[in-house]
């Protein structure tokens, strides 16, 4: 061979290409900035900042799922909010049962129920998953409308099974033995289990991230994305990766829903369907089926919501939606819009 | 003369048109033919909830858009009467007043919420709806000072239409012709007048283009229609509609509160309706409505009796308790989207062509 192969031009980005694509990652610690500057005092800023990327985590974890499911195969799950119920009961479930385990001063035994816990949420949440999309979801590929109905129903009938299952009351748990209390950092109080929270949101997203972007699975998911029909073409069965993302995306719920409980200490039946108003925000914003866009979205939303619960208690959830209309009149499709090569 | 009143759309079943008759004349003559509190207060939220159902319909029969906000526009309408009240006293300039406010509020609100979420994609409308109405029944649960927070705001409606009001002496048929009676019929009267304007309205070429919007916007577009001009219009028409229903609602219960106005609830109740009615015609609405508050208001005692009766079996009583009625519904409302996309209506059409 010659020396004169032909080789791929890649073009470089331009500068100003380079800006608009880095922009949104700015955002986070503008917001920090911002909420530092209003709040003024320093331990409340930091105690505030630990609480709303703790929040944020626990949102980023149940809305990675659904933002996945709608990038590759265009369902919107309005049933998402089921599963981190689900999730909840089943792990607050395990915990009562292991009430000996949550009660002992070590860390580790606590951990292992925590973990236990999970696992149990994520195993049965992700079986429900498989469930729902095999008899609730599948019949109406193709069709928003049906999609939403549907699944607005699926959450109903969910929901109200909880009920004939767990009863109609509110289930009170407190967090295990050494999860409770704070620490204090210079004069900021961090809570232990905010921390807790923020580790394993960040573990989540670097081992999504690693798997989206560098195993084969996620080189296909990402394909799916990009253009599903040509990933069928090439031989892959995309139903079937579908449904193991959506399965993955329900146990992700699952376990969101662990951890939102913990976090609050008390769960209702109709906790998943409040917490789905944060999820979309944080997937509008996003860019519905950008996980990266869903990440800052959910630290934004987390942030913002915290900083205004202090700022202006009554206002929390009026200023995320403000956050969220700001955003689209910037960017009309969400930070990080999916290019669909359709 | 009827068929120009019912704007060329006939009902177009036999049996349809038949039901359809029967509902209006029990609905006319209400007061008469089933006396008593509880079916009369029935009957009213029949009417009321068929202007809602209906204009729910508008939205996402005709147009083809999901809106979770159609509770807050509802709310909006009965907030805004009843804090006009409680500020200015019991007077029809109050209404007016009050409820001009809020369907203007609700148009702007409207007019917002579809520019921003249906300039880029339908599907971002259902989720933004979503959020904005739950923000806006926190913040109106947390307004107490304006709202009445979860109590809600209990006040006084024009001494015509108060019970202790007589308008004539003695009985006709046997029912005391007091101000009760003519607030029904002025909820009955606002009821069907906005009714039969809906139904103008689809079958307008404007209706036509809101159809071809939802059946190919793509195609729709290309033809020369600015798709996101229709569906804001509908977004908007939808919602005002609603409003105006919730100012009926307002002055029949003479209380608002987050539960008979704003809670998902409703929400939920509303797509119930619209889809074991039949989404896509005016009609299906009223079959909706006055099935399911029908079942609402007495099957739930049936479910009782049901679940007493099996109480020796396990799980079954829990299954049947009346608190669980939605599980039910639920349960019909996905097989119904499955199987008749149509809803009842549709069936019946379908069987006649």
Redesign the interface.
């Known amino acids: 061979m010659s020396g004169t192969a032909i080789r791929p031009k890649f073009e470089r980005p331009s500068l100003s290409e380079i800006a608009r694509e880095r922009a949104p990652l700015a955002l986070v610690p503008v917001l920090a900035l911002a909420g530092f500057v209003s709040i003024g005092s320093f331990p409340t800023w930091v105690t505030l900042t630990v609480a709303g990327l703790a929040m944020g985590m626990m949102i980023f974890i149940m809305a990675s799922g659904l933002t996945l499911v709608f990038g590759l195969m265009d369902v ?1 799950n ?1 049933g998402h909010g089921a599963f981190v119920t689900v999730g909840a009961f089943v792990g607050f479930t395990v915990l009562g049962l292991l009430a000996g385990w949550t009660s002992d001063p070590s860390v580790l035994i606590n951990l292992a129920a925590v973990f236990l816990a999970i696992l149990a949420a994520m195993g049965i949440t992700g079986l429900l998953g498989y469930a729902f999309e095999r008899v ?1 979801v599948m ?2 590929y193709g069709s ?3 999609q ?3 699944t ?3 959450l ?2 969910a929901q ?2 909880i ?2 299952i767990w009863g ?1 009351d509110a289930i009170h748990i407190s967090r295990p033995e050494t999860l409770q209390g704070s620490y204090i950092v210079g004069t900021a109080l961090v809570e232990k289990y905010r921390l807790l929270a923020v580790v394993i949101g960040l573990v989540l997203f670097a081992a999504m991230t690693y798997i989206l972007n560098r195993t084969k699975i996620g080189l296909l998911v990402r394909a799916g994305v990009e253009n599903g029909e040509m990933v069928e073409a090439l031989g892959y069965r995309i139903g079937r990766l579908f449904l193991g993302v959506f399965m993955a995306g329900s146990a992700l719920a699952g376990l969101g829903g662990v951890m939102w409980g913990l976090y609050q200490q008390t769960i209702t039946a109709h906790m998943g ?2 917490i ?2 944060l999820v ?2 944080v ?2 914003i996003g860019g ?1 089926g950008s996980v990266g866009g869903c990440f800052i979205g959910a630290m934004l939303v987390g942030l913002l919501s915290n900083y205004a619960a202090f700022l202006f208690p ?1 206002l929390a ?2 200023s ?2 403000a956050l ?2 700001i955003v ?2 910037w960017r ?2 969400g930070l990080y819009p999916v290019v669909k090569a359709k | 003369m009827i068929t120009r009143l019912l704007s060329g759309d006939r009902p177009g079943s036999p049996i349809l048109a038949i039901v359809l008759l029967a509902i209006f004349l029990c609905l006319a003559f209400a007061p008469f033919l089933f006396p008593g509190t509880r079916s009369l207060e029935t009957a009213a939220r029949i009417c009321i909830f068929i202007v809602l159902v209906a204009s729910y319909d508008l939205l ?1 029969g005709y147009t ?1 858009i ?1 809106s979770f906000a159609h509770t807050m526009f509802f709310g909006i309408g009965a907030y805004g009467v009843a804090i006009a009240i409680s500020a200015w006293g019991p007077s029809f300039t109050s209404i007016l007043v009050g409820g001009a406010a809020g369907v203007a509020l609700t148009m702007v609100l409207a007019l917002l919420i579809g520019l ?2 249906l ?6 409308f ?3 709806t ?3 109405a ?2 806006f029944a ?2 109106v649960s ?2 107490s000072w304006l709202t009445g927070g979860e109590d809600g705001l209990n006040y006084a409606i024009p001494g015509v239409f108060k019970p202790a009001t007589k308008l004539m002496d003695g009985r006709l048929f046997g029912v005391r012709l007091d101000g009760k009676l003519l607030l029904y019929y002025f909820v009955f009267v606002s009821s069907l007048v906005l009714f039969l304007v809906m139904l103008r309205m689809v079958n307008s070429p404007f209706g036509r283009v809101l159809q071809a919007v939802r059946e190919n916007a793509f195609r729709a577009e290309a033809i020369g229609y600015r798709v996101v001009v229709y569906r804001t219009a509908a977004t908007v028409l939808s919602a005002s509609m609603a409003a105006l229903a919730g100012v009926l609602i307002a002055v029949w219960l003479r209380y608002t509160g987050p539960a008979t106005t704003l809670s ?1 609830e409703i929400m ?1 109740d509303i ?1 119930l309706m619209v ?1 074991i009615g039949g989404m896509g015609t005016m009609y299906g609405a009223v079959i909706g409505a006055t099935l399911f508050i029908l079942a609402q208001t007495y099957l739930q005692n049936l479910m009782g009796a049901a679940s007493d009766a099996t109480s020796a079996i396990p ?1 079954l009583p ?2 049947l308790d009346p ?2 009625w ?2 039910w ?3 019909l ?2 097989l119904s ?2 199987f008749f ?1 149509t809803g009842i209506v549709g069936r019946l059409r379908g069987r006649a062509a």
Do not use: N, W
């Open positions: 919107i309005f609730i019949p109406v928003h409308l049906k939403i109905l549907v607005m129903g699926g109903i009938v109200q099974l009920h004939v109609p369907s409040e789905m108003v979309f925000i997937v509008i519905l009554k959830l009026v995320t939606i969220m209309m689209l009149m009309p499709q | 996402l083809g999901v921003f979420s300039r880029v994609r339908a599907i971002f259902a989720m933004v979503l959020a904005v739950s923000a926190v913040l947390q307004m998902f939920i797509l889809v799980l829990d299954l608190g669980r939605l599980l519904l639920g349960v409302f996905i989207v499955y996309p």
